[in-house]
C-alpha cells in the first residue's frame, strides 16, 4: 500500500511565496503515523523537508501540523484514520508564522502563556513540619483535566478568535491558568482571574468548540474556558 | 557563506532543559547570572515521558526508610552503585520530592492529603523483603508534571532561556571548561556563550538503538562533545532495556502496571517471571525480567511464535492473582482508568488493545544510559579515576555518572536522580562563580566546529545519514543489546568502525541552507552517536563478566574479583580508546556484594 502526501512547503530562504509539493511513501502499513512518513521523505526523498518532533509518542507536543485541515499531532495520527485514497494534506497550523515548511514561529504563544501567571503561588506558608502541604484528593481531582496541558499548541491555532486576533491569550494559556485556579493550594486566583478579565482575554472565546476536538490529551479545553469566565463573575466554586 | 557568530556571556550555563537541567538553571539563577541554552523548547525534553513515579522513602503508606532506599538501589544497581552515591540519592529524594510539592507538583493523593505511593520493581521493605510502596506519582505522568512544574517554576523565577538552540562543542582554556558553542538553530548563526561554570544535563542516547522508548532528540550530542574534548566516558557498556516496550514500537508500558498489579504471561499463559523471581516475581529488577523475557521468547514462549510476551493488567487477572497472594485489595476497570490514563491511551492508539479487556503487547525496549560523563557526588565532572575535577564542569541527570545506577537502575530512580543531582550542579555552580573569575576564551572558538559543520555541509557523497544511522541501529540491537557474546560485539565495533568511515567520506545531505536546517544536524547528531556506539561496544568487549544489564553468554557469572570497579573510556589523540578500571566502587555503607536474588 502507498500514501500519498500532500505538503505545504515554505523556505524563506529560496522561496517567494510557499506551494505545495506531492509525494509518494512506498510500503506503508495502516498503523504507521503521518510522522513515520514524514520522516520517510525526509529521510529517504528529500532531506530539506523541515519539521519538529521529538517523542514520537504524543507526550512532548513538538509536532503539532494541520492533517487534512485538522489541527493533529503527526505522531498520533495512524494512517488507518485517513482516507488514503486521496493526498494526505498536511500544512502549517495557523496562526503563528511560519519559519520554514511546517515549522512556525512559536514566540507568541510562549508569550501567552507567561502572561497568565503559569505558575503555583502559595496560599500557606511552608508546613513548619517540613512536610507536604495536604490536598483531599477530591481538591487534586479538580483540576486534574488541564494538568495534561503538553503546550502543543493545536487548540490555539484551532481558534477562529485566535486567528481573528493575535492578541487573544488563546485556549492553551487559559488551560494552564484554569490548573492553578481551580487548584486549592493557589492564593493567586484573583490576579489571573483580572488578568483574563482583560480585552485580551477570555471574553475573546465565542466558544466555537474548535479547541476541544483539537485537544490531543483529551482535555475538555471549552469546559475550562468556560470554568474560568464563569469563576470571574461569580468567583471560584 | 562564513558563518555569523555572536558573542553571550554568563556566569552559569545550562545545556539541555529536561529535569536535571531546569533544576540546576533554578539553583544557580538565584545566585548567580544563569542561562539555559536547549535544542528542543524546553518542556517537549524526555523528562516529560517519564511515566510511573518518583522514588523517596517518604513512608505515607507503610513502613520506610531511606536505608532501604539506598540498599534496594545498590542491589539493583548489582553492586556496581557507589555507595556513596546512593545515600545521597536515597537521603535527599526524601526532601527533593517535598520540594517539588512545595513547588505545586500536582501528586495523586492519598485520603489524608499526603502524596500517593505505589509498588515498583525492585523496591522492597529489607526485612520481609516484601515490595514497598516508595514510587510518588502523579496517575501515569509524573515526568509530565516534574517537567511542567519546574519550568513553571523557571519562568515564575525568570530564568534565562535560549530555546532551540543546539550546543555543538564545549570551549576549554586548558584543563578548564570556559564555555559553549551552539547553533541557533532558526538563524543557523554560531553563538559563542563564555562561562565560568557550564552543566552538562542533555540526557540519554536510547536512538542509538533499534528499539528504544527513546525520543528522536536523544542522540548523546552531550558526551560525544565532553568526549571530543578529552573527558573519559564511563560504565558505557551499562545500557538498561526496559522489559515492557509496546510491541513492536517500543513506546514505555510503565512499571507502575506491574506495580498496580499486573503480570507477565507467556504464550503458555504462565505467569512465568513466578520461576525467575519467587519473591517478588514480576517486580524484579528490569535486567532481571527484560532477560527473562527474552528466555521465555527463546524458548518458543513468545505470544504467536513471535518476539513479545504479555502484560495482563485486566481487572479478573489482578484480582486472581492479588487473592492468590492472600492480599485484600482488589480493582476494578475505573481504578486502572483511574491511575493509568495514560497507558491505556498509548495501547488503544499504537496497539489497538483496550488494557482493560485485552493484554497488552510487551518487549524489552532500550531506555537508559547508566553510564554517561563520570562526576563526583557534587556533580562535578572529573577527568580519571583519581576524582581529578574539570573545572567549571558538572553533569547531572541521565548525561552524567554518578554513579547512582551502577549496571542496572531502579525503576523511580532516574527522577529521583534528575532532581537530587540537578539541584547540586545548580548549587555547585553558584558557589564556585562566586569565588572565580573567567577564564579566557581560546583563540578562534567555533573554528573547529566550523570546520566539521562546513565540512558536512559540503561533502559530495552519495550515502544518506538515514542509511547509515539504519545500520548503526541494527547492529546494536542486534549484536550489543539485551544478550552479549564476544564475536557478535566485535562484529559490532568493527561494523561501527566501517560505519564512521563511510560517515567521514561518503555522507551526503541535501538541505545547503542555514535556516532551521535540521538536515544537517540531524547530520551531525549522527556523528554524535558513532561515537558513542564505538565508545559502548568496546566498553562491552572489554568487561568480561556478566553484571546488571551487561549480560554475556560466554561470561555468564559475575567478577567481583577482577570487575568490581567502574569502567573507564579514555579517548586518545590518535582516535583510539582505551579502557581502564581505575575508579573503584566505592562501598562505604558496607552493603557487601553479595548474589543477586529477587
Known amino acids: ?237 | 557563506m562564513a558563518m555569523q557568530v555572536h558573542h553571550h556571556q554568563f556566569d552559569a550555563l545550562v545545556v539541555g532543559g529536561g529535569g536535571a537541567g531546569l533544576m540546576a538553571a533554578l539553583y544557580a539563577s538565584r545566585h548567580v547570572r544563569t542561562a539555559v541554552i536547549s535544542k528542543l523548547y524546553p518542556t517537549r525534553s524526555h523528562t516529560g515521558t517519564a511515566q510511573g513515579g518518583i522514588g523517596a522513602a517518604l513512608g505515607n503508606l507503610e513502613e520506610d526508610r531511606w536505608e532501604w532506599h539506598a540498599f534496594d538501589t545498590v542491589k539493583g544497581g548489582d553492586y556496581l552503585t557507589d555507595q556513596k552515591a546512593a545515600k545521597v540519592l536515597a537521603q535527599e529524594a526524601i526532601e527533593a520530592v517535598i520540594e517539588l510539592e512545595w513547588m505545586g507538583l500536582p501528586f495523586d493523593r492519598n485520603p489524608d492529603g499526603t502524596i500517593s505511593q505505589r509498588r515498583f520493581g525492585g523496591h522492597t521493605n529489607n526485612e520481609t523483603k516484601k515490595p514497598v510502596r516508595r514510587a510518588c506519582h502523579s496517575a501515569d505522568r509524573t515526568g509530565h508534571m516534574i517537567l511542567q512544574t519546574l519550568y513553571q517554576n523557571c519562568i515564575k523565577e525568570d530564568v534565562k532561556f535560549f530555546d532551540e538552540y543546539q550546543v555543538v562543542d564545549l570551549l576549554m582554556n586548558d584543563k578548564t571548561a570556559v564555555g559553549v558553542v551552539a547553533v541557533n538553530i532558526d538563524t543557523g548563526d554560531l553563538h559563542v556563550f563564555h562561562a565560568k561554570a557550564i552543566t552538562f544535563a542533555t540526557g540519554g542516547w536510547g536512538r542509538l538503538w533499534w528499539t528504544t522508548s527513546n525520543a528522536h532528540s536523544l542522540t548523546g550530542d552531550g558526551p560525544a562533545i565532553t568526549w571530543r574534548n578529552g573527558i573519559p566516558l564511563q560504565d558505557m557498556e551499562f545500557y538498561q532495556f526496559h522489559p515492557t516496550g509496546l510491541y513492536p514500537l517500543g513506546v514505555l508500558i510503565t512499571e507502575g502496571v506491574r506495580g498496580e498489579g499486573g503480570v507477565l504471561i507467556n504464550a503458555k499463559g504462565e505467569r512465568f517471571m513466578e520461576r525467575y523471581a519467587p519473591t517478588i516475581k514480576d517486580l524484579a529488577s528490569r535486567d532481571v525480567v527484560s532477560r527473562s523475557i527474552y528466555l521465555e521468547i527463546m524458548a518458543g514462549n513468545g505470544i504467536k511464535g513471535k518476539p513479545y510476551v504479555h502484560l495482563d493488567v485486566r481487572p479478573e487477572t489482578v484480582n486472581r492473582y492479588l487473592a492468590e497472594a492472600g492480599e485484600s485489595r482488589r480493582i476494578d476497570a475505573d481504578y486502572v482508568l483511574q491511575k493509568l490514563p495514560d497507558i491505556l491511551d498509548f495501547c488503544r492508539t499504537y496497539a489497538g488493545v483496550d488494557p482493560v479487556k485485552d493484554p497488552i503487547p510487551v518487549a524489552p525496549t532500550a531506555h537508559y544510559a547508566m553510564g554517561g560523563i563520570p562526576t563526583d557526588i557534587d556533580a562535578h565532572v572529573i577527568w580519571n579515576g583519581q576524582e581529578e575535577p574539570v573545572l567549571g564542569l558538572y553533569a547531572a541527570g541521565e548525561v552524567a555518572c554518578v554513579s547512582v545506577h551502577g549496571a542496572n537502575r531502579l525503576g523511580t530512580n532516574s527522577l529521583t536522580d534528575l532532581i537530587v543531582f540537578g539541584r547540586k550542579a545548580g548549587l555547585q555552580m553558584a558557589d564556585y562563580c562566586r569565588q572565580v573569575g573567567f577564564t579566557d576564551l581560546p583563540p578562534n572558538p567555533t573554528e573547529r566546529i566550523e570546520a566539521e559543520l562546513s565540512r558536512i555541509r559540503s561533502n559530495k557523497g552519495k550515502v544518506k545519514a538515514y542509511d547509515i544511522r539504519k545500520q548503526m541501529r541494527q547492529l546494536m540491537m542486534d549484536k550489543v543489546g539485551v544478550f552479549r557474546v564476544q564475536d557478535m560485539m566485535q562484529e559490532a565495533v568493527d561494523g561501527i568502525r566501517q560505519l564512521k568511515e563511510q560517515y567521514r567520506t561518503e555522507l551526503a545531505i541535501d538541505d545547503d541552507g542555514y535556516r532551521f536546517n535540521t538536515d544537517l544536524l540531524e547530520a551531525w547528531e549522527l556523528g554524535c552517536m558513532l561515537d558513542l556506539a564505538e565508545i559502548t561496544a568496546v566498553s562491552a568487549l572489554e568487561r568480561k563478566e556478566s553484571r546488571g544489564a551487561h549480560s554475556r553468554d560466554d561470561y555468564p557469572e559475575r567478577d567481583d574479583e577482577k570487575y568490581l570497579a567502574h569502567t573507564m573510556a579514555y579517548p586518545q589523540e590518535d582516535g583510539q580508546i582505551v579502557i581502564k578500571y581505575d575508579r573503584p566502587v566505592d562501598l562505604s555503607l558496607g552493603y557487601e556484594p553479595k548474589e543477586r536474588v529477587y
Open chain 1, 1 to 237: 500500500m502507498d500514501a500519498k502526501f500532500r505538503i505545504r512547503r515554505f523556505n524563506p530562504e529560496r522561496d517567494q511565496k510557499p506551494y505545495w509539493a506531492e509525494y509518494t511513501v512506498k510500503d506503508v502499513e495502516g498503523t504507521d503515523t503521518v510522522l513515520d512518513c514524514l520522516h520517510r521523505i525526509k529521510w529517504e526523498q528529500d532531506g530539506t523537508l523541515t519539521l519538529r518532533r521529538s517523542c514520537a509518542h504524543g507526550v512532548c507536543g513538538s509536532d503539532a501540523m494541520r492533517i487534512n485541515g485538522v489541527n493533529k499531532l503527526a505522531c498520533k495520527t495512524l494512517l488507518q484514520t485517513l482516507n488514503l485514497n486521496r493526498p494526505i494534506q498536511v500544512e502549517p497550523i495557523l496562526g503563528l508564522k511560519v519559519i520554514k515548511d511546517l515549522v512556525v514561529d512559536f514566540e507568541p504563544f510562549f508569550e501567552h502563556y507567561r502572561a497568565v501567571m503559569p505558575y503555583f503561588v502559595p496560599n500557606t506558608p511552608v508546613p513548619q513540619d517540613g512536610r507536604e502541604r495536604r490536598q483531599s484528593p477530591e481538591d487534586r481531582a479538580r483540576f486534574d483535566d488541564t494538568t495534561k496541558c503538553i503546550l502543543c499548541a493545536c487548540c490555539t491555532t484551532s481558534c477562529p478568535s485566535f486567528w481573528a486576533s493575535g492578541e487573544y491569550v488563546g485556549p492553551a494559556a487559559i488551560v494552564n491558568a484554569h490548573r492553578f485556579i481551580f487548584d486549592s493550594r493557589d492564593g493567586a486566583t484573583n490576579e489571573r482571574l483580572n488578568i483574563l478579565a482583560e480585552p485580551g482575554g477570555v471574553w475573546r472565546c465565542r466558544t466555537i468548540f474548535n479547541c476541544t476536538p483539537a485537544c490531543p490529551r483529551e482535555i475538555e479545553v471549552t469546559r475550562a474556558i468556560g470554568e474560568v469566565k464563569l469563576a470571574i463573575q461569580r468567583g471560584v466554586r
